[in-house]
């Protein structure tokens, strides 16, 4: 026991503990690089298997979010995955909102608290689903802009805000070299898909993006998905239900998997999407077992698409993707549980897989093929040669027939393959998981009705691990619907909603009056026809009255 009978000392020597204390609270992680090569990031020097778990943090409450995070890790996440959101970012040019579900710097660091990592996609076009992809209706009124192109008035606004997510992140020290979660970026977003509709412009755009991004000296990666002429330094990553089969356009590049479909988005009146569990877990082991590096879940959780955040046509306000954790922050089982255990056996493999520059391949039948990691005397893991008593050996089999069972034999033991399933063999020998074989078990999950909050007992015993997510107050906001109002004036011709609205409100009403004389009918009468509205083209809904009478 130490004894202070000084008390000027004592004090100073806890303003000093308290000092410590506090810059070690404000570093989640000893700062460490992020480098890649052909086979997987490098963090701190070490190749790394990464799985990780798409969260859109205005998609749910800030008081949610550290139970989602929670749940993403003890499901195995290394990474939480997000977009930015312009739109809710800058509602009015130079005018930021950081607040809220908007508070993007909180959400980074809760990500480190929970020490895992974050891959930030920041666009800032994002798709998504969201309303205007993300970009802020102002956009569009700058004089002579043209989107997503080598145009000069868009690519000036897409820099200053590129640059302002990526200020703030460092001034925050969120990036991995300043002990913070951050450790890979996206510029663009999918813009492959429609690159060739815009020419020479379109290749000149791809370019410039890059090199804006690559200027702004974050010091991490920084990916581009959906772009196979992705330039210089930065990753073109892989967005699909599978991509096992995906290579870079760099032999000196790892393979990332940006998106990984497990559901999709719902439309009002259309079916709730779903995959199974089976399927998602043979895509993610296919992937690690063809050379995978990254795998990112879209969505780990899908949320809700609050307000009018709701893209369209006809998405309605559920996010939920059938993601691993549902719309209200619970675990979707058996999916959660199931990958759960897939994560960890893929995490048993994760020293042959950064050792071995590539996998052996071996054919175990017409289509049954085995994918071998080891690491031997021969081989240098990250600048440590091994000794053959630490040797480590890792194998996936994988049946690709879709409806039969067959059995292999591979290192003279046999195993039996259930169809469209992977088999993990961590040691090479034993089968720690496999694809098909699902042992989570499904869960019934039951919310509590709005309109009666009483809460049954097995209700509170199924939801009592669960954080609470349902609101105690319910609020209905009615948006007047009519022609009348104070804002209405009078112009010749037509005009395009979002320059009215500004989007502000989903609708606008056009009234016009058009005279018909007693001839005209007796033409129509007399020959049997009808007149014909012709509308030339309309996006998203049209609603077409006539004298009061809906026609359509």
């Not at 009705?449 to 107050?473: G, Y």
């Not at 009234?511 to 020959?527: C, G, K, L, Q």
Request: with cysteine.
């Amino acid at each position: 026991m130490v004894v202070f009978e000084n008390k000027a000392i004592l004090k100073l020597l806890l303003v000093c503990l308290f000092v410590q204390f506090s810059f070690s609270a404000a570093n989640f992680f000893r700062p460490f690089n992020v480098t890649y090569d052909h086979r997987a990031l490098i963090i701190d020097g070490k190749r790394r298997m990464l799985i990780s778990g798409g969260i859109h943090y205005p998609r749910a409450t800030p008081q949610m979010w550290p139970d989602l995070i929670a749940k993403s890790k003890e499901g195995g996440a290394d990474v939480i995955e997000s977009y930015t959101f312009w739109n809710g970012h800058e509602p009015v040019r130079g005018q930021y909102n950081f607040e809220g579900r908007f508070d993007l710097v909180k959400f980074v660091k809760l990500v480190g608290d929970n020490g895992l990592y974050f891959l930030l996609r920041i666009g800032p076009y994002v798709c998504a689903e969201w309303n205007f992809g993300g970009f802020p209706v102002w956009l569009r009124d700058i004089p002579g802009i043209e989107f997503r192109t080598d145009n000069e008035p868009f690519k000036r606004e897409m820099q200053r805000f590129v640059t302002k997510i990526v200020d703030l992140m460092r001034e925050e020290k969120l990036f991995s070299w300043q002990g913070g979660p951050i450790i890979l970026l996206q510029i663009e977003n999918e813009y492959g898909n429609m690159e060739g509709s815009y020419g020479q412009k379109g290749k000149e755009y791809v370019k410039w993006a890059a090199n804006m991004a690559l200027g702004l000296g974050a010091g991490v990666p920084w990916v581009m998905c959906k772009q196979t002429d992705a330039p210089g330094d930065i990753i073109d990553t892989c967005n699909n239900y599978y991509c096992d089969g995906y290579k870079p356009n760099s032999p000196s590049k790892p393979t990332i998997w940006t998106e990984n479909w497990d559901g999709w988005y719902t439309s009002w009146g259309g079916r709730l999407p779903h995959r199974p569990v089976e399927d998602l877990a043979f895509a993610v082991a296919r992937f690690f077992q063809r050379g995978g590096s990254l795998m990112n879940y879209y969505m780990y959780f899908g949320g809700t698409n609050f307000g009018r955040t709701s893209g369209g046509p006809f998405y309605i306000t559920s996010y939920d993707y059938d993601a691993p954790i549902d719309e209200y922050g619970l675990r979707s089982e058996p999916k959660w549980g199931h990958l759960k255990d897939l994560h960890a056996a893929i995490k048993l493999c994760e020293r042959a897989l950064v050792a071995a520059d590539s996998p052996q391949y071996m054919k175990l039948g017409p289509r049954q093929e085995a994918h071998i990691y080891w690491e031997n005397t021969q081989s240098t893991v990250l600048n440590t040669t091994l000794s053959e008593s630490q040797s480590a050996c890792s194998a996936f089999l994988a049946n690709i027939d879709e409806h039969n069972t067959v059995t292999v034999t591979f290192r003279g033991k046999s195993y039996s393959l259930p169809p469209w399933s992977v088999s993990i063999l961590p040691d090479c020998s034993n089968v720690a998981f496999n694809t098909a074989k699902v042992g989570a078990q499904t869960s019934v999950k039951l919310v509590e009705n709005a309109l009666s909050p009483k809460i049954s007992a097995p209700e509170l015993v199924m939801t009592k691990n669960e954080v609470s997510s349902i609101s105690e107050s319910w609020m209905s906001v009615k948006e007047p619907i009519g022609i009348w109002s104070e804002s209405n004036f009078t112009v010749q011709g037509l005009l395009e909603h979002l320059k009215v609205t500004k989007d502000e409100s989903d609708y606008l009403w056009h009234m016009t009056r058009i005279y018909v004389s007693d001839d005209d009918v007796a033409f129509w009468e007399e020959n049997k026809v009808s007149p014909t509205l012709v509308i030339d083209s309309m996006r998203d809904v049209l609603r077409i009255f006539i004298n009061g009478e809906l026609m359509a």
